[in-house]
């Protein structure tokens, strides 16, 4: 009796467990384009062990890098569309990096959108050593060493290269990119001294800020941060319109049952909703979308929208893969 109870339930979780009703089955991958520590794999680890609680299993950070973070989103894009594997990524890996590398992918078209997640306005932080106070003498500082200034990136095509192109291109001046896997080790570099500037990321410089490592000049948005309201906006310190918000996102391959979708976008919605979650996100300057923002739908009619509006801008900055 008891052998064929075990057998009747071994076939009804056997056959339940293939489709979507049980999902999820076993760990779920989230494969974050660049280097562990950094503001994509902080973002992507908070939500994971929020979702945890609510799908029952636990989710793995897989920090895939290189190239802009578009080998990343390659190894996403070609897993089996089960909802197992997710691809973590924002403006830059989603929509800038078609614009410049030779992709085997279409981000539009092999991608189904989950959920549009928090974003992040940029900071320009250099490190302590240089002699700007300010913006302005920044910049002055920035001419007089017009081709040698280093700016750390986390690699062409990556949020801190685009906003770094997009303030060259204001004050019309060149820096020497130096791309990393990542801008948490670009941010270990500048710490240490050993590049000039980065415009990173908020959530990724914030800890270094308020512990006086680095120096922090401006935000790359028209209001300050409450979680760091000392620091100027551009508008503010003298480059005003150099706004930049670093948007996020999660998808999955092409294909994925649709209950899944919904499932994985209920449980990031959930986890947004949490008082714990937000709190540690808002200390991290990261923005919440409104919650009609937080649709699959959504995120697809957004990544279509900036991609017909980014598209052409990149390529015509000419960006060069990496
Ligand atoms: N989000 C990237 C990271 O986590 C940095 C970037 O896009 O600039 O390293």
Known sequence: MRTLLLAALLTVTGVAGAGAQTYPTKPITIVVPFAAGGPSDALARILGDRMKTTLGQSFIIENVTGAGGSIGVGRALRAAPDGYTISFGHLGTHVANQAIYPLQYDMLADLDPVVLLPSNPMVVVSRNTLPAKSLQELITWLRANQGKATAGTAGA?????????????????????????????????????????????????????????????????????????????????????????????????????KDVVSKLNAAVVEALADPAVKQRLTDLGLEIPERDQLTPEALGAWHKAEAAKWWPVIKAANVKPE
């Open 157 to 257: 095509g990556s949020g801190s290269h685009i906003a770094g192109v997009y303030l060259q291109n204001l004050i019309g001046l060149q820096f020497q990119f130096v791309p990393y896997r990542g801008t948490a080790p670009a941010l270990t570099d500048l710490v240490a001294g050993q590049i000039d500037i980065i415009v990173d990321q908020a959530s990724n410089s914030m800890q270094q800020i308020r512990t006086g490592n680095i120096r922090a000049y401006a935000i790359t948005d028209r209001k300050r941060l409450a979680a760091a309201p000392e620091i100027p906006t551009v508008d503010e310190a003298g480059l005003p319109g150099f706004h930049m918000t670093l948007w996020n996102g999660l998808w999955v391959p092409k294909g994925t049952p």
